[in-house]
């Protein structure tokens, strides 16, 4: 009689304070037979400090296509494995994608795990709308890719949201600047769960002084959470001759000047001139 087939936990870990590692992840990480870690002398801390003597295996971006056949061929076995990463939930901005597709298309069960997110973590203290929202992860580390990906997401009405390296902070948030306006509300959080997290939500303009003033905020894990475009009806439509004022001026200026000049010539907020400037350039 052939062996039942085991199951594939996926097991959120904490983001910073290992309270937050729930009494049924423990118990999973505990029961399985191995566990597959991002980094495993990385999640060896946790382990050893909740006394888990599961063995681990290595599963990255760099060995995680070969390794998952492996992997399933033990789930196939009968063997019940977990997934973790270094910090928070698999997946998200993390390995375990290409194993979770194999898991499931050899019709083994993947059974999720929930407990910490940052990216959720971060949405549920930001005070921006919540109802939809979007994430970005990672967004490209250069500057013109960067740029050109903020561009993309000017006019997204939902909330959204990246992860950001310490080391690229104040850039990513003077390329949001320079794309998004300095009006737009940007919440940073950083270091959560930890002793020194911040959340700290400001428009982009004095977001960006706060960053570049303290470079104690230039360190650890960030979280941006960004604020939607708003949502404008026909009732809203620009004025003819507010268009054609901006056009004239595009003619003449670089689009942060023209946006500016044209917002002090008819009144209407830099802002939304400034992202129709934008789409009207062809940036």
Known sequence: MSSPVGTLYVV????????????????????????????????????????INTPTTACHDHNER????????RLLAGDDLALISDAGTPLISDPGFHLV?????????VCPVPGACALIAALSAAGLPSDRFAFEGFL??????????????????????VYEAPHRLLE?????????????????????????????????AELVDWVAGDSDQQRGECV?????????????ALDPAVER?????????????????AAKLTGVKKNRLYQLALSKSGN
């Open 12 to 51: 959120a870990t904490p983001i910073g304070n290992l309270q937050d590692l729930t009494p049924r992840a423990l118990d999973v990480l505990r029961s399985v037979s191995l566990i597959a870690a991002e980094d495993t002398r990385h999640s060896a801390r946790l382990l050893q400090h909740f006394g």
């Open 66 to 73: 070969d390794k998952s056949v492996r992997l399933v061929e």
């Open 101 to 109: 597709r194999q898991a499931r298309e050899a019709g083994v069960r």
């Open 140 to 161: 490209p580390a250069k500057t013109q890719g960067r740029r050109q990906r903020l561009q993309a997401l000017a006019g997204e009405s939902r909330t959204w949201m």
């Open 172 to 204: 990513c948030l003077q390329d949001m600047l320079e794309v998004l306006g300095g009006e737009r509300q940007v919440v940073l959080a950083r270091e959560l769960t930890k002793t020194f997290e911040t959340i700290k939500g400001a428009p982009l």
């Open 224 to 236: 941006l959470v960004v604020e939607g475009a708003p949502v404008r009806d026909d009732a809203e």
């Open 245 to 261: 004022t901006l056009e004239v001026l595009l003619e003449e200026l670089p689009v942060k000047q023209a946006a500016a000049l």
